[in-house]
């Protein structure tokens, strides 16, 4: 069958505006001593122009405006159709999230309130992480539409679809997700993700599958988490294993319970064909279609995109803050002041000297409590002088684990793809299950005992 041709304006339209696209996510730049990519350098930039101090503020005025607004779309008698849009499928779980989220920044910032959320550990940590998640969303959500609408992300997704269909049923473009995440943040994946899926590009099964695999922790994160622990001269291999045990863990996670329950059907109703999750081969024309696609995507792309892509990201960003603010103050109470975190390790310690890893029994509760938060398992075990090998299996472990309520998994509840809290938590510890003895396994074989 013969393929259409393009004019120059829409070769033109496609290939600038997906090279802005790709500099600005993927293509490294030295300013000020940092290197970094550009979406990055730009997200620290607004940070320190801001300052923390007023990005706090910012984040409890975020909590309180959601709260106001989903407030006025669930007891207004009279419809607001652009709110609606935003706020009319909450439930009142999300509703009373919303509100203890606005309550809880304002004892933060004001300083008043029980001791335990004053305590920086525990309030100022988690304002903090709203404030960088609010700004990466804004920022990442912002130029995605480079990536997304004028074809870089056909050309690329054709390319990876052999691949990704035929290991993690899921289509090739999901590779653009993990990769946004890994520059970014994993809110920043959920975030592609769940615009994805409500453009019927993904079906429930595969936005679920794509975002609960591939919304990994940033590079950024896993230079911080590698220091915290005293392994920073491991971060290279500490990235490489983690992706690595991510990549595996997505081939095995899709396979089971409960992501392999989720329907073959796409947001707006329509039932997924078998011919449109049948894996494709390479053959000799794959790149010729790859840009046939691209250049069509192109073509029917109105550049109001970005604008809307700009809003939509502002919107899902202030809903993100105020999950991030309730659920990470109440996980780190939950991780500083219970015992919770002891009893959980205690039946873990035994496996792990089982694997040969030396100071088992210290270790051993920075295993389940990632779903708290990301660097909570690197912090219990800071200063405690653990062997080098036990370090490196902590920060592999945690940023494999995918699932932790200060951030991803906050935007994944917060998402329209149909997610429970109950489906993370069983993700969580499944995927735990599969990552103890592989990463215990690849810490020996990396670092050695």
């Not at 029980?114 to 305590?119: K, M």
């Not at 988690?126 to 990466?136: K, T």
């Not at 009893?343 to 029994?361: E, N, T, V, Y």
Request: a positive charge; glycine letters at 6%.
């Amino acid at each position: 069958m013969e393929q259409k041709s393009y004019g120059s304006n829409v070769v033109l339209k496609s290939v600038i505006f997906s090279l802005i696209g790709v500099f600005a996510f993927f293509i490294n730049m030295t300013w000020r001593g940092r290197t970094t990519v550009p979406m990055v350098h730009i997200m620290e930039l607004i940070k320190e122009i801001l300052t923390r101090e007023n990005v706090n503020r910012i984040v409890l005025l975020s909590t309180i405006i959601v709260t106001i607004m989903a407030t006025y779309v669930r007891f207004s008698p009279s419809e607001n159709r652009f709110l609606s849009k935003y706020y009319k499928k909450e439930g009142l779980i999300t509703y009373l999230m919303y509100i203890v989220a606005a309550i809880f920044a304002v004892m933060v910032i004001f300083g008043v309130g029980p001791a335990q959320i004053l305590d920086p550990v525990v309030g100022n940590s988690s304002i903090n992480v709203a404030g960088d998640v609010l700004v990466a969303i804004i920022v990442a959500g912002s130029l995605v539409a480079f990536l997304l609408e004028f074809g870089f992300f056909e050309f690329l997704g054709k390319l990876m679809e052999p691949i990704m269909r035929r290991v993690y049923k899921v289509p090739g473009k999901a590779s653009v997700d993990a990769l946004a995440s890994f520059v970014a943040s994993a809110a920043v994946g959920v975030m592609i993700t769940n615009n994805l899926y409500k453009s019927n590009v993904y079906t429930e099964k595969e936005a679920c599958s794509i975002t609960t695999n591939f919304s990994v922790c940033s590079l950024g994160a896993f230079a911080f988490l590698s220091a915290t622990v005293g392994v920073e001269h491991l971060y290279q291999k500490v990235v490489l294993s983690s992706m690595l045990l991510a990549f595996i863990l997505a081939a095995i996670m899709v396979r089971v319970y409960p992501l392999s329950k989720k329907r073959d059907v796409y947001y707006d109703g329509r039932l997924q064909s078998e011919e449109e999750r049948k894996p494709v081969n390479y053959h000799k024309g794959i790149i010729k279609e790859a840009v046939h696609e691209a250049l069509s995507k192109a073509e029917g792309t109105p550049m109001s995109i970005i604008k809307d892509s700009a809003v939509s990201s502002v919107m899902f960003g202030l809903k993100v803050v105020s999950y991030v603010v309730s659920l990470s103050i109440i996980s780190l109470l939950i991780a500083n002041y219970t015992p919770i975190v002891q009893w959980i390790g205690k039946p873990i310690a035994p496996i792990l000297s089982l694997f040969g890893l030396p100071d088992a029994q210290i270790i051993a509760p920075s295993t389940l409590v990632g779903i708290f938060g990301l660097a909570i398992p690197n912090v219990i075990i800071k200063g405690l002088g653990v062997a080098e090998i036990s370090a490196f299996f902590v920060v592999v472990l945690s940023t494999s684990q995918v699932i932790f309520f200060t951030e991803s998994a906050n935007a994944m509840l917060e998402s329209d793809m149909p997610l429970t809290f109950w489906d993370l938590v069983i993700i969580f510890f499944v995927r735990t299950a599969f990552l103890i003895p592989l990463t215990a396994v690849l810490a020996r074989i990396v670092v050695g005992v």
